[in-house]
């Protein structure tokens, strides 16, 4: 079946580093969705990416549509205390919505 | 404006017990979907629901049954209860399409 990959599972960075993490997948997506979870809550949508190649912004979190389809990436500049928390990928099951696959999430921990 | 709100925020329950998690949508949302998160992975898509139709079904038992409200609300039943049911049950809901808004979960402890 379909899988999502992570990495790194986990990070340990200084306050003021810049992050990345990836997502391959087995099959191609047509759209892929960055969400984080802080402890206590559910996901929030960070970015979405429907076309390959597309670059997109929020902030200082930038993510790619990787050009095989098959790949995403996530980069944070200039690291803060917030963004500590688990980052997922995702991608959708079907064309209908609401029906996401999860990747199992990439851990980051900000030292101040 | 409210999110989505789930109740209870904690359920212990007994092996073999029976439970139902309550969620409600954003406003205008008419989508709900339930998802399962074990600790240290990511959330499981388990059902989905569209103007009170099932729209999707992960690869659940049929233990785990769900419904959809005139409200738009919704209930994740699940039936003799496993330990390796233990687990963050998350609802989001959508006005339709891909993005999800997500509640804070139900975590519910089987023992």
């Known amino acids: 079946g379909q899988q999502l990959n992570q990495s790194p599972q986990s990070m340990f960075i200084q306050e003021g580093e810049d992050v990345s993490m990836n997502c391959t997948s087995s099959?191609?997506?047509?759209?892929w969705l960055w969400y984080k979870q802080d402890p206590g809550e559910g996901p929030v949508l960070l970015i979405a990416?429907?076309?390959?190649?597309e670059l997109t912004s929020n902030g200082r979190l930038t993510a790619q549509f990787g050009i095989t389809r098959k790949d995403s990436f996530l980069n944070i500049s200039a690291s803060i205390p917030s963004d500590v928390g688990i980052y997922f990928c995702?991608?959708?099951?079907?064309?209908?919505?609401?029906?996401?696959?999860f990747g199992q999430g990439t851990e980051l921990s900000v030292k101040p | 404006d409210a999110g989505v709100t789930q109740s209870p925020t904690h359920l212990i329950k007994t092996r073999g017990q029976q439970v139902t998690l309550r969620c409600s949508p954003i406003?205008?949302?008419?989508?709900v979907s339930w998802y399962q998160q074990v600790l240290g992975q990511g959330p499981q898509f388990i059902f989905q629901?569209?103007?009170?139709?099932?729209?999707g079904r992960g690869n659940f038992p049929d233990r785990f049954s769900a419904r959809q409200f005139p409200n738009y609300s919704s209930e994740l039943n699940v039936n003799a209860l496993l330990l390796g049911d233990s687990a963050l049950y998350l609802c989001?809901?959508?006005?339709?399409?891909?993005?999800?808004?997500f509640g804070s979960g139900t975590q519910l402890s089987v023992l």
């Open positions: 629901y569209y103007e009170k139709e099932e729209r």
């Open positions: 406003s205008g949302h008419k989508s």
């Open positions: 990416l429907y076309k390959a190649g």
């Open positions: 995702a991608g959708p099951l079907d064309n209908q919505g609401g029906k996401l696959i």
């Open positions: 989001a809901s959508s006005p339709s399409g891909t993005h999800l808004f």
């Open positions: 099959s191609i997506f047509n759209t």
